[in-house]
């Protein structure tokens, strides 16, 4: 089955500062990747999320990149904010599978 | 919509005692999802339905774990003993259907087995 690793797991930034968070998986046919913000004692909640026939996404100061090849995927966010502390999650979806699997997520802190 | 809703928020029970988690999918939402979150463990998939089907619960963890979904507003996740490392945050999700959905959480049941 799919598997996840999700790096680094913890992460502090400057405000204004960028991050970035990676992603690998194992499974070829995996062809949707969400990200998932999970602020403390909150649920997860989708933030943005790419498909295997596109290499980039962007909404504002989020952005993803797709490697198919290299099976990995990259959240970006630039300028931080302290409202961006949380946790993050990646997923992998295949063809196959109707759920997704998760990577044990990154806690991101912003510091002001 | 409310969004998805659970029920009870928190719950405190003893070694031993049957749990009962409820949750209410959005409505229209054909796919139904049951996760465990742990610090050690993280996000976990438990069990997910189709149309009220149980499609996977290869995540059940053992038989003291079952879910039900006798319609398309209304699922539930027992534990029955339930055993102290059964403590966690188990959330339900649901979308629209199966495939590439956003899956839109509940609020979680904070379970804690003592």
């Known amino acids: 089955g799919e598997n996840v690793e999700q790096h680094p797991s913890t992460l502090s930034v400057q405000e204004g500062d960028s991050a970035v968070i990676k992603c690998t998986y194992s499974?070829?046919?995996?062809?949707?990747f969400p990200w998932y913000k999970q602020e403390l004692g909150k649920r997860p909640q989708l933030i943005i999320d790419?498909?295997?026939?596109?290499g980039e996404k962007k909404d504002q100061r989020i952005a993803v990149t797709l490697n198919k090849t290299a099976k990995h995927f990259s959240l970006h966010i630039t300028e931080t904010q302290p409202e961006d502390s949380a946790v993050y999650f990646c997923?992998?979806?295949?063809?196959?599978?109707?759920?997704?699997?998760f990577g044990p997520g990154t806690r991101l802190s912003v510091l002001p | 919509d409310a969004g998805v809703i659970q029920s009870p928020r928190h719950e405190v029970t003893e070694m031993g005692q049957e749990v009962t988690l409820r949750c209410k999918p959005i409505s229209g939402h054909n796919s139904l999802f049951w996760y465990r979150q742990t610090m050690m463990r993280g996000l976990e998939l438990l069990i997910y339905?189709?149309?009220?089907?149980?499609?996977?619960d290869s995540g059940m963890p053992e038989d003291r774990f079952s879910a039900k979904m006798p319609n398309a507003s209304f699922s539930t996740l027992k534990i029955q003993p339930s055993e102290p490392r059964d403590s966690a945050v188990y959330f339900c999700a649901s979308s629209l259907g199966q495939g590439e959905y956003e899956q839109y959480f509940g609020p979680g049941t904070r379970l804690t087995v003592t």
């Open positions: 790419i498909r295997s026939n596109v």
């Open positions: 997923a992998a979806r295949d063809n196959y599978g109707q759920n997704f699997v």
């Open positions: 339905f189709n149309n009220n089907v149980p499609i996977d």
């Open positions: 499974d070829s046919a995996s062809n949707y």
